[in-house]
């Protein structure tokens, strides 16, 4: 049960200074704390905090008209994470701009595997998520979305991926980078050659895979690679690798690259058993 309610009538409280300028702090960075969005990705926090998955919650922000309907929620939150509460006005003044949801948490991520240490702790039988490249938050939130659908055990990227801590990539992944482990590191060759390594079958999902997806068979160790938005992986990646595509009717561009993941995870994960 949590303490009683905060009151905040002034945007300068430092008692909230974490949730000042949320775009701008989006960009600066946070160190190593996220803001995370709305009631679905608030209760996934509470959750990700209740199981000691190395994410904590800190505070919680909410509009007064919000209350009510997050009584229950809050009630999940040990009695030690300080609820705040403030009018649409003070809110939106710490926030920076009209936040219309009235529900944020200030999140910590602490000191999590590395890429190595991760795929190291796996399961014999795993299906991973690889990502290269990935640009836009909100294809990471529906990758990892996507993943936690159809029974992904890690979702691993390279460094030049965005970060999945991103506030628009939590909310867009409905609070699924807050449960799935996963690691950005290294490059794209250094992540297949420490999957091949630890024995997974690693398919690059390409227009010009040379297999279709439903032929992928089943295997134990399983790692699906998707590339970056628009070039998709380079030819360099996909020489080293199995490839696989999607079809798809004649003259039109590819599919979005969380799209094209969803199937193709649903089709390894049926092939495998795990949905």
């Known amino acids: 049960?949590?303490?009683?309610l905060l009151r905040i009538d002034d945007p300068a409280d430092?008692?909230?200074?974490?949730?000042?300028?949320?775009?701008?702090?989006?960009l600066t960075g946070r160190q190593g704390r996220f803001i995370a969005e709305g009631t679905v990705v608030l209760r996934m926090l509470a959750a990700a905090h209740r199981e000691g998955r190395g994410i904590a919650a800190e505070?919680?922000?909410l509009l007064e008209s919000r209350v009510a309907g997050v009584a229950e929620l809050l009630a999940q939150f040990p009695p030690d994470v300080p609820v705040y509460v403030a009018a649409s006005r003070?809110?939106?003044?710490?926030?920076?701009f009209n936040m219309h949801r009235g529900v944020l948490a200030l999140g910590r991520r602490d000191a999590a595997p590395g890429r190595d240490a991760l795929i190291a702790g796996l399961p014999q039988s795993s299906l991973v998520l690889a990502a290269c490249g990935i640009s836009n938050h909100d294809n990471m939130g529906?990758?990892?979305?996507?993943?936690?659908?159809?029974?992904?055990?890690?979702v691993l990227m390279d460094s030049t991926s965005c970060d999945p801590m991103y506030r628009k990539a939590i909310r867009v992944?409905?609070?699924?980078?807050?449960?799935?482990p996963f690691a950005r590191e290294g490059t794209a060759a250094e992540l297949i050659e420490r999957l091949q390594t630890a024995?997974?079958?690693?398919?690059?999902l390409s227009p010009r895979g040379t297999a279709d997806i439903n032929a992928i068979p089943p295997a134990p160790r399983?790692?699906?690679?998707?590339?970056?938005?628009?070039?998709?992986?380079?030819?360099?990646?996909?020489s080293q690798i199995r490839t696989a595509r999607i079809r798809q009717r004649p003259g039109l561009d590819s599919l979005n690259v969380a799209m094209a993941a969803g199937i193709a995870l649903h089709q390894v994960a049926s092939i495998n058993g795990r949905i």
Not at 142 to 154: C, E, K, M, Q, T
Not at 173 to 180: A, D, K, P
Not at 222 to 238: D, K, Q, S
Request: charged share 15%; aromatic share 8%.
């Open 222 to 238: 399983t790692a699906l690679l998707v590339g970056t938005e628009g070039e998709g992986l380079p030819e360099t990646i996909l």
């Open 173 to 180: 992944s409905v609070g699924s980078v807050l449960t799935l």
């Open 59 to 61: 505070a919680i922000l």
């Open 199 to 204: 024995g997974f079958v690693v398919w690059g």
């Open 1 to 4: 049960m949590t303490e009683p």
């Open 142 to 154: 529906s990758l990892f979305r996507n993943a936690a659908a159809f029974g992904v055990d890690a």
């Open 90 to 96: 003070v809110f939106d003044a710490i926030a920076g």
């Open 14 to 26: 430092p008692r909230i200074a974490g949730f000042l300028s949320i775009k701008e702090r989006d």
